[in-house]
């Protein structure tokens, strides 16, 4: 999403996260992805091809490296950053 529209990628990432706690579906399904998209405007052919894309790809691998080091695990989860150090919590 942040690829797409950077202006609504905040409120995409909260609907997800809404989505998966509240509703209880499985938001590392891309048809559930590409569903909300289209809610966001976004054709659906756009965001598979998006989400299909090496820069996509090479962004998931970074924020999966981020996960890894700070032992996340579960969301909602957050990274608090300051004076150079940085917790997850």
Do not use: W
Not at 34 to 41: D, H, P, Q, R
Not at 65 to 86: G, V, W
């Amino acid at each position: 999403m942040e690829l797409l529209t950077p202006h609504k990628a905040q409120n995409f990432f909260y609907d997800v996260l809404y989505v998966t706690i509240v509703e209880q579906k499985q938001m590392t399904e891309v048809a559930e992805l590409c569903e909300l998209a289209t809610t966001f405007g976004i054709p659906r052919e756009i965001f598979l091809k998006t989400y299909a894309s090496e820069t996509v790809e090479l962004a998931l691998l970074d924020d999966l490296k981020l996960c890894e080091m700070y032992a996340i695990r579960a969301l909602p989860s957050y990274l608090i950053e300051y004076n150079k150090k940085t917790v997850s919590c």
